[in-house]
Nanobody, 129 residues
Framework: QVQLVESGGGSVQAGGSLRLSCAAS???????????MGWFRQGQGEERESVAT???????TYPEDVKGRFTISRDNAKNTLYLQMNSLKPEDTGMYYC????????????????????WGQGTQVTVSS
């Protein structure tokens, strides 16, 4: 079965940068390169929300609050997903998860169901002011 493992979280000051990675394994009949992948963020006491998605063609989507600051990318040869986060703000603080099979119809940051799909264990990002 597919497993996802995130890494790269940490503590930074506002304005700083972090790069998250998500290593995928366990693909047998399907291939990582065809999967819609996404990054999600969950602040303390808040619901999990999408911050970026990328489909099999490399098309990406972002909500307005991270657009221009976050960049999602994938290396299909390494089965690895990345999230480059620049100009970080205190409100970006939270647990970051990568996931696949989370969408209902479209590979888009607005179309997801956190009750379905495959999720990693998360990596903590803390941004101080």
């Amino acid at each position: 079965q597919v497993q996802l493992v995130e890494s790269g979280g940490g503590s930074v000051q506002a304005g700083g940068s972090l790069r998250l990675s998500c290593a995928a394994s366990g693909y047998t009949y399907s291939t990582y390169s065809t999967d819609c992948m996404g990054w999600f963020r969950q602040g303390q006491g808040e619901e999990r929300e999408s911050v970026a998605t990328i489909d099999a063609t490399g098309h990406t989507t972002y909500p307005e609050d991270v657009k221009g600051r976050f960049t999602i990318s994938r290396d299909n040869a390494k089965n690895t997903l990345y999230l480059q986060m620049n100009s970080l703000k205190p409100e970006d603080t939270g647990m970051y998860y990568c996931a696949t099979d989370f969408f209902r119809r479209l590979c888009h940051y607005t179309d997801y169901d956190t009750r379905q799909g495959v999720w990693g264990q998360g990596t903590q990002v803390t941004v101080s002011s």
